[in-house]
């Protein structure tokens, strides 16, 4: 009966022929099994014609949900990971997950209870809230126009909400919070939302043709974005150096990036960064001799981050700072 609940669950239509054969059962059998899922409050009903078979409806009220063993513990798994992750709401999380485990029999329960792990702590505060995010979500679904007020990072935390009218595209978690991709209305381009900065407000404005978001993965496009790239999901700054040391010793500290072995004492890097001056000064955690450094605007940025240190080393008592000359602005900015 499980498995011909997941199949059920799996299409919008299944010939009783093709059940009967996938579960290796008797028609006799199948029409037995399909009527008790009835008396369990499922809404199957029976299609007529050559291929006549069985449909599963929603219904108005939850029936009793059915799984297998695998289904179960996987459940279980994943709402202990979003109560401890703070991914959803942990306290209702933790409640789902109790009034599952018992109602487990005690096989699934020892497994379950097997399944601990703990959670780095994180310097970005999670903010699910339920109601925003259905708000939000439901809006991305239908293809209807949002308005909402938004406080941008740049904003004083004081100031009136800027008011925002986007076509929402998709809703996405990540890096410890909730976003929003949108094609935004009033400046006709695609922009990235925090939810928790966002209040929503109803109703919603008309419906809308969905827009692809640019290299059609929004996983890729808010990659780039949270990399500082308002194109593909690469560093707008990447260059190279040979480091001074073993090429096992660099590998483990090197996240994203290649590394190449030269030999005993020496490695080549290539990896990339938001800035120059930033890929410039993460390459200076490594505590060794860098030559080969390529493009020159890497070279030209270790050679500004010198003078800064510098100026850094001979800084009077008073903590007055002492301005270099000709500094160039090395920095890339964007718009988020």
């Known amino acids: 009966m499980l498995k011909l609940l997941s199949l059920l669950e799996s299409r919008r239509d299944w010939p009783g022929r093709v059940l009967s054969e996938r579960l290796e059962i008797s028609d006799r059998?199948?029409?037995?099994?399909?009527?008790?899922?009835?008396?369990?409050?499922?809404?199957?009903?029976?299609?007529?014609?050559?291929?006549?078979?069985?449909?599963?409806?929603?219904?108005?009220?939850?029936?009793?949900?059915?799984?297998?063993?695998d289904q179960a513990v996987a459940l279980a798994t994943a709402l202990q990971t979003a109560a401890a992750s703070g991914a959803a709401d942990g306290e209702a999380a933790l409640r789902?997950?109790?009034?599952?485990?018992?109602?487990?029999?005690?096989?699934?329960?020892?497994?379950?209870?097997?399944?601990?792990?703990?959670t780095l702590p994180s310097d970005t505060e999670v903010v699910a809230d339920p109601a925003k995010l259905l708000a939000v979500s439901t809006a991305a679904r239908a293809c209807e126009v949002l308005r909402f007020g938004y406080v941008s990072v740049r904003d004083d935390p004081d100031a009136e909400p800027s008011r925002r009218r986007v076509e929402p595209r998709h809703v996405v978690f990540g890096n410890g919070r909730w976003y929003l991709v949108a094609w935004d209305l009033d400046v006709d381009d695609w922009r990235v939302y925090r939810l928790d900065r966002m209040s929503p407000r109803i109703p919603t404005?008309?419906?809308?043709?969905?827009?692809?978001?640019?290299?059609?993965?929004?996983?890729?496009?808010?990659?780039?974005?949270?990399?500082?790239s308002v194109g593909e999901n690469t560093w707008p700054c990447t260059g190279e150096v040979v480091l001074h040391l073993p090429a096992q010793e660099v590998i483990p500290f090197v996240t994203e990036g290649t590394v190449e072995d030269l030999g005993p004492d020496r490695c080549r890097l290539r990896v990339g960064s938001w800035s120059w001056v930033a890929l410039?000064?993460?390459?200076?955690?490594?505590?060794?001799?860098?030559?080969?450094?390529?493009?020159?605007?890497?070279?030209?940025?270790?050679?500004?981050?010198?003078?800064?240190?510098?100026?850094?080393?001979?800084?009077?008592?008073?903590?007055?700072?002492v301005p270099s000359q000709n500094e160039p602005d090395r920095r890339r900015t964007t718009d988020g």
């Open 29 to 69: 059998t199948l029409r037995r099994d399909i009527d008790h899922l009835r008396e369990l409050g499922y809404r199957i009903t029976t299609f007529k014609g050559p291929d006549g078979g069985y449909r599963l409806d929603a219904g108005s009220e939850l029936p009793p949900l059915l799984f297998d063993d």
């Open 96 to 118: 789902a997950l109790t009034t599952v485990r018992q109602v487990m029999p005690s096989r699934l329960r020892h497994r379950v209870d097997s399944v601990t792990f703990s």
């Open 205 to 228: 404005g008309p419906r809308f043709t969905p827009r692809a978001v640019p290299g059609g993965d929004v996983r890729d496009f808010l990659a780039g974005r949270f990399k500082g």
């Open 280 to 321: 410039a000064a993460s390459l200076g955690r490594f505590d060794t001799a860098l030559t080969d450094v390529a493009p020159p605007e890497l070279a030209d940025a270790f050679a500004l981050l010198s003078r800064r240190f510098a100026d850094t080393s001979i800084r009077p008592r008073d903590g007055a700072a």
